[in-house]
């Protein structure tokens, strides 16, 4: 469900149907298919038949600091996924089951204030501790992914990239490719070797807006009566524009600290 307070009792952060997922990646040239739900992998009791399709979610994670992070971890079993869940609120413990059964996992959208504040320790942490990092997300904007990018070559953190789509018509339009794979299991392994070319576009104020409007779309059909709230759409282009100018704001602050132009400076200890 939607996260935003009041919507999330009757809106979904996505209506997509699974399987209207795949066949679009299928039409768009992709050999393997993987779906990253938040805290979920509910798409394999419709996907899990198709031989080029893998279990992966984007797991909501409580930080040793406190902070909030998400993380993408790939190719995964059912099992897996509910270990997963019961740790993720203790990072220490998420991390080092990862670790126990080699799974490759990523720390996405860094540059990102959709998960809050972070502290100097994150990203020391992300350092540390996280094997690859998302350097191109088709949801952010440019200037988050680049500094994702930037931030990926300094610390020699192998790249993804995903669309992060939220309606059927932003999926696929990011995506990781491995040169020379045969398989599924050469993938991973090159994509954790680092040999991932992230292709696709960066977001932008229409593009989330468009996405947004698709989102209240599907919700107006699947529940007629949320057609009372429809009078506050007017505020949509506002508060969507004060979004875009808080997500520029926070990838700069954190960019100038972190991939400065010549050696890196002392941080202060937090940030919004």
Known sequence: MCTVPLLNRICKESYTEPQEAYEKLKRLGMDLVTITDHDSIGAVDELGRHADFFVSEE??????????AHVGVYDLTERQHVEIQRRRDDCDA?????????????????FSSLTGSRRTADFDLFLDRFPAMETRNAA?????NRAAEALSSRWKKPAMGGSDAHALRSVGRAFTEVRGARSKEEYLRGLADGHGVVHGGSGSYFLLT???LSIVRSLLKDKPAAWAITPLLALLPVV???NYGKELAFAHYWRSR????SGLRAVPEVAG
């Open 59 to 68: 797991v909501s994670v409580t930080l040793a600091s406190g902070a909030r």
């Open 94 to 110: 998420l991390l080092a089951y990862f670790s126990e059964h080699r799974l490759l996992f990523s720390i996405n959208h860094v």
């Open 140 to 144: 952010m904007l440019p200037a988050a």
């Open 210 to 212: 468009a996405e947004v």
């Open 240 to 242: 969507l524009l004060l």
């Open 258 to 261: 972190l991939v400065p132009q």
